[in-house]
C-alpha cells in the first residue's frame, strides 16, 4: 500500500523558498511518483515502503522548518507519471495530514485508511521527530559515522575525540531510542494504511 507525503514549508513568507534544495537532496529517495512541487512552498512524492517514509521523515525533522503530512491507503491506478496528476484517498488523507500538521506541536500529522492507527504511528513519528530535532551538529557527527559501519573508536579517531565521548554523544542523541522507535514507526504506517 503507497504512502503519500505532502510537506508545507513553514514560515515561506518570512524567509527564502527551501523546496527547490530539500527537492534535489532527496531526489535519490526510492519513491513510487518521485517528489514535486505542487502549489508555492508544498511538495509531495508517493513512497511504496513505510521504512522509507520513516527515512525521509527523519531527514525533514533533521533539516527542520517543514510540516509534515503522512497519508497512508490506496491510490488510483494505473499511476500518472507525475505526482501532481496522481489521486486517491492516500492523497485526501495526506492533505488534512499536512493541514492537522500545521497545528501540532512536532508539525508532523498521519492520516490513513485505520484511523487509530494513523494516530498510534502519528504518536511514535512525533516522539521520533522531536527527538532528532534537538540533536546538535556533534551528535550527528557522530551518528553519521556510526551509522556509515564505523565503530566507536573509529570514529573517535575520525572525529579526533575520545571513544567515550562518541559514546556520550550518541546517548545525548538518543540515537539506540531511535533505532527502537524507526521500525516500530514502519509497522504502525502499515496498519493505518487498512
Same mark, same amino acid.
Do not use: H, N, Y
Given at each position: 500500500?503507497?504512502?503519500?507525503?505532502?510537506?508545507?514549508?513553514?514560515?515561506?513568507?518570512?524567509?527564502?523558498?527551501?523546496?527547490?534544495?530539500?527537492?534535489?537532496?532527496?531526489?535519490?529517495?526510492?519513491?513510487?511518483?518521485?517528489?514535486?512541487?505542487?502549489?508555492?512552498?508544498?511538495?509531495? #512524492?508517493?513512497?511504496?515502503?513505510?521504512? /522509507?517514509? /520513516?527515512? *525521509?521523515?527523519? $531527514?525533514?525533522?533533521?533539516? #527542520?522548518?517543514?510540516?509534515?503530512?503522512?497519508?497512508?491507503? +490506496?491510490? @488510483?491506478?494505473?499511476?500518472?507519471?507525475?505526482?501532481?496528476?496522481?489521486?486517491?484517498?492516500?492523497?485526501?488523507?495526506?492533505?488534512?495530514?499536512?493541514?492537522?500538521?500545521?497545528? $501540532?506541536?512536532?508539525?508532523?500529522? *498521519?492520516?490513513?485508511?485505520?484511523? +487509530?492507527?494513523?494516530?498510534?504511528? @502519528?504518536?511514535?513519528?512525533?516522539?521520533? !521527530?522531536?527527538? /532528532?530535532?534537538?540533536?546538535?551538529?556533534?551528535?550527528?557527527? +557522530?551518528?553519521?559515522? !556510526?551509522?556509515?559501519?564505523?565503530?566507536?573508536?573509529?570514529?573517535?579517531?575520525?572525529?579526533?575525540?575520545? $571513544?567515550?565521548? !562518541?559514546? @556520550? $554523544?550518541?546517548?545525548?542523541?538518543?540515537?539506540?531510542?531511535?533505532?527502537?522507535?524507526?521500525?516500530?514507526?514502519?509497522?504502525?504506517?502499515?496498519?493505518?494504511?487498512?
Amino acid at each position: 500500500m503507497p504512502f503519500v507525503l505532502t510537506v508545507d514549508q513553514r514560515g515561506s513568507r518570512r524567509g527564502p523558498d527551501r523546496v527547490a534544495g530539500v527537492l534535489a537532496e532527496l531526489g535519490e529517495v526510492r519513491t513510487l511518483l518521485g517528489f514535486e512541487r505542487t502549489a508555492g512552498d508544498e511538495f509531495q #512524492g508517493v513512497l511504496d515502503t513505510s521504512e /522509507v517514509v /520513516v527515512d *525521509v521523515v527523519v $531527514r525533514l525533522a533533521r533539516l #527542520g522548518g517543514w510540516s509534515i503530512g503522512i497519508g497512508a491507503g +490506496a491510490v @488510483q491506478t494505473p499511476l500518472p507519471p507525475s505526482t501532481r496528476a496522481a489521486t486517491g484517498p492516500a492523497f485526501l488523507c495526506a492533505r488534512r495530514a499536512v493541514d492537522a500538521a500545521k497545528q $501540532r506541536p512536532a508539525r508532523l500529522a *498521519v492520516r490513513g485508511a485505520a484511523p +487509530a492507527d494513523a494516530a498510534d504511528a @502519528q504518536s511514535v513519528l512525533s516522539a521520533l !521527530v522531536v527527538l /532528532v530535532g534537538r540533536r546538535s551538529d556533534q551528535a550527528w557527527e +557522530a551518528i553519521e559515522l !556510526v551509522e556509515d559501519g564505523r565503530t566507536q573508536a573509529e570514529a573517535a579517531a575520525a572525529l579526533g575525540i575520545s $571513544r567515550q565521548a !562518541v559514546g @556520550q $554523544r550518541l546517548t545525548a542523541a538518543g540515537w539506540e531510542l531511535e533505532r527502537e522507535l524507526r521500525p516500530t514507526a514502519a509497522r504502525l504506517l502499515q496498519r493505518a494504511a487498512g
